[in-house]
């Protein structure tokens, strides 16, 4: 494997990054792989969409397929001023071209990660990543008609879904609502607009706060609203929709949808925050629980009534941590002894469970005695 990284550095002549010793990569590589569901990933290609978004690409070392469904997400372990850092970004490439994935960021001011990844990560560069998960996809629910909605960079699964149909042939009926602060800042707005002439199914609406700089824009003014569904999407409410953005927009989108007689069995939003699990106060009474850390040797009381990441965290134990909703599996740690309790929301495969692995941000402790191989 390190030969390949080398061969690659030295056939691409890179300077955007410092050569990878062999011992780094086998370090990095070793990282990876201690840890189920997670790999050594490299930046194929770095793109940039609008003035302040990057798609960045990447592919495993060894060019081994990702398995994944559209509209699924990343969590990506960045290693940040010695500081390990993850975060999840939803996956704008779709699982028809297997060899890749790509994440498209907006960089946000003040946004630690999205700055960094806009001013550091380049071709050739290594990373950790966690392998594709979530439950915000449209397989399994067959439907003859669907409605994408998104908001700034929450377009990004969306146009998983889309590519994915577009590369299949499969010429589902779909209109893609896309709001943006301007056309400039209309991510994918070239690629929407050639779907939307090459197939008759595929519809594009797009809806942007100003437009005074750009004469040549024939989209909507303004935001979505009632009269824009009525007059634009007259069957909206026979259609299956996927919604992702900031959370505004989206519990905006929902209470608007539902108002206006959509079946709220037929909504589906992105669901994980990119906010970490914090530390809730524990409660007054409850069973109390020794937790032993094997790695660290240290010996913590926890409340049977709190999850494990919040109890951790609370007295000083660094944790890696992104979705803090049991989604992104970043915080999967084998129990070496002990029970948990655990309602997760698809972070963690059962192989996993049978394996003695749990998801600390969604598992209570169980019993007098907790063994954590942390």
């Known amino acids: 494997m390190n030969q390949l990284v080398n061969t690659h550095l030295a056939a691409t002549g890179s300077t955007s990054v410092d050569p990878v010793s062999q011992a780094a990569t086998w370090e990095m590589k070793a990282t990876s792989s201690s840890h189920p569901g997670k790999r050594l990933l490299i930046c194929r290609s770095v793109k940039a969409e609008t003035h302040d978004v990057k798609t960045f690409t990447f592919s495993t070392i060894d060019y081994e397929k990702f ?11 960045l290693d ?34 999205s700055n960094w990844l806009h001013d550091h990560l380049q071709p050739n560069s290594l990373l ?22 998104s908001a700034g960079s929450g377009i990004t699964p969306v146009m998983s879904m889309a590519r994915t149909y577009a590369d299949l042939g499969i010429h589902q009926d779909i209109v893609f609502v896309h709001n ?10 070239q690629e929407l607009t050639r779907l939307a002439g090459e197939n008759p199914h595929f519809r594009l609406v797009t809806l942007c706060d100003n437009v005074s700089n750009n004469s040549a824009y024939q989209g909507l003014t303004g935001r979505l609203d009632a009269q824009v569904l009525q007059k634009n999407i007259p069957d909206f409410t026979e259609r299956e929709v996927f919604v992702c953005g900031p959370a505004g927009y989206m519990d905006y989108v929902k209470k608007l949808l539902l108002e206006h007689g959509f079946p709220e069995a037929h909504y589906h939003q992105e669901s994980f925050s990119l906010e970490s699990a914090v530390p809730t106060e524990a409660a007054i009474s409850g069973d109390i629980c020794v937790v032993e850390l094997i790695k660290s040797g240290r010996v913590i009381k926890v409340n049977q009534a709190e999850n494990l990441m919040a109890s951790l965290k609370a007295q000083g134990v ?33 192989r996993e469970i049978d394996k003695g692995y749990c998801l600390l941000c969604c598992s209570k402790p169980s019993g007098q005695l907790v063994q954590l191989e942390l």
């Open 318 to 350: 660094p944790v890696p941590s992104s979705c803090g909703q049991g989604v992104c599996g970043t915080c999967k740690t084998r129990v070496v002894s002990g029970q948990v309790e655990m309602k997760h929301q698809g972070g963690i495969r059962q």
């Open 180 to 189: 943006a602060r301007s056309p400039d800042d209309i991510i994918f707005h």
């Open 67 to 77: 398995y994944f469904e559209p509209g699924q997400f990343l969590t990506l372990e």
């Open 80 to 113: 940040m001023e010695g500081e390990k850092v993850s975060r999840c970004y939803t996956i704008s490439s779709p699982p028809t071209k297997p060899h890749t994935i790509a994440i498209t960021v907006k960089r946000v001011p003040g946004g630690r990660v």
């Open 128 to 149: 950790t990543a966690f392998d594709p998960a979530g439950a915000f996809t449209p397989v399994g629910h067959r439907t003859a008609k669907m409605l994408f909605l």
